[in-house]
């Protein structure tokens, strides 16, 4: 099925895939947008929701920064924003009402605004207050649009110094490098030589659990959420070494038989113990969970990793959906709950 490409063009309607094999340029793209922050600062604080806060959990692995940073997922911000404290708002649609709401609140605590969006009412309240605005390119999913706003935080955050020297250019040369990655994975590959495919295909009917060590949770967290929105299929994320003091325990018992897939990104850059842990932990629940699918990412650097991690979720999921019988990007019942939630 995921050889035929005539099912493919039916089924990915608005070409998923090729959004997925372009997102190398989104890392390589300029915004024209000048930075200039009046008290210095001490903190950062992202508000975002979903696809949109996705990015921002990158920044704990790469480039990471030299201040205290948190994003704030819902209507309200932590208690210390305040007159130095870059705020971030971040919103694909620029109309999420928790990221609206959440800036609101940050004005009055008199908190450096800057907005990244691809529109709505986000952009229209930064201009009309003259805000720095990263303005996102719009078309596409919030979920494929991560790598535009990892370009943005670097645009943002190293004029300021809250990030190393060389972060933009580093991420210019990973994108160079990962359009070659992704060409293993086009719908022109067949099955047998695609790594997307062949994963996509086992995964077929199981709900799906994500693993990896910290650096690499933020891809782990993509496969997570393209999981859900792209195939419309179940799963959720956790990460070592956190996994080994509770969830570890789960699945030592019920149920016996267990609808689950399981799948493991495991980099050699992460610390030596949780690289050891995901080994003797596999050991320990021989038999009692299904056998890992084991991601060894491709790169020599985290970045690298991060980026080749992301992208193959990115296509892993569009063909689970294409094997599931439904459309990867449409995301109707969330468009439903908007709307209900306006009644």
């Not at 969830?247 to 399981?262: C, L, Q, R, T």
Request: proline share 6%.
């Amino acid at each position: 099925m995921l050889d035929d490409l005539k099912y493919i063009h039916e089924r990915d309607a608005q070409d998923a895939l090729g959004v997925a094999a372009k997102q190398w340029k989104q890392l390589a793209y300029i915004f024209d947008t000048q930075i200039s922050v009046g008290d210095p600062v001490l903190n950062v604080v992202l508000a975002g929701m979903g696809g949109s806060a996705l990015p921002g959990v990158f920044l704990g692995s790469w480039p990471t920064l030299n201040v205290p940073f948190e994003i704030a997922r819902g209507y309200s911000v932590p208690t210390y924003v305040g007159e130095k404290t870059l705020f971030i708002s971040s919103s694909y649609s620029g109309n999420t009402e928790e990221t609206l709401t959440a800036l609101h609140e940050a004005e009055q605590r008199g908190a450096q605004i800057v907005v990244i969006a691809a529109g709505g009412q986000l952009a229209d309240h930064a201009r009309d207050n003259n805000y720095p605005l990263f303005e996102i390119p719009s078309g596409i999913q919030p979920r494929m649009s991560s790598f535009y706003f990892l370009a943005a935080f670097v645009q943002l955050l190293q004029p300021l110094g809250l990030i190393g020297e060389g972060r933009q250019t580093e991420l210019a040369e990973a994108a160079a490098w990962l359009e070659k990655q992704a060409d293993s994975w086009g719908a022109d590959v067949p099955a047998k030589d695609n790594q997307a495919k062949t994963i996509a295909q086992e995964l077929m009917g199981k709900t799906v659990i994500m693993y990896s060590g910290p650096l690499l949770f933020p891809a782990a967290n993509k496969w997570k959420i393209c999981f859900n929105e792209n195939a419309k299929n179940l799963a959720w994320v956790n990460q070592y070494p956190e996994f080994n003091h509770n969830e570890f325990i789960g699945w030592s018992s019920h149920p016996v038989d267990k609808p689950f897939a399981v799948v493991e990104i495991r980099s050699n850059l992460e610390n030596e113990r949780v690289q050891k842990r995901f080994e003797v932990s596999e050991r320990l629940l021989s038999g009692k969970r299904p056998e890992p699918f084991i991601i060894r990412p491709e790169g020599d650097t985290i970045l690298q990793q991060l980026l080749w991690s992301s992208v193959l979720g990115d296509f892993t999921s569009i063909y689970l959906a294409l094997l599931n019988g439904v459309n990867p990007t449409p995301v109707d019942l969330v468009e439903k709950l908007k709307t209900a939630l306006n009644d």
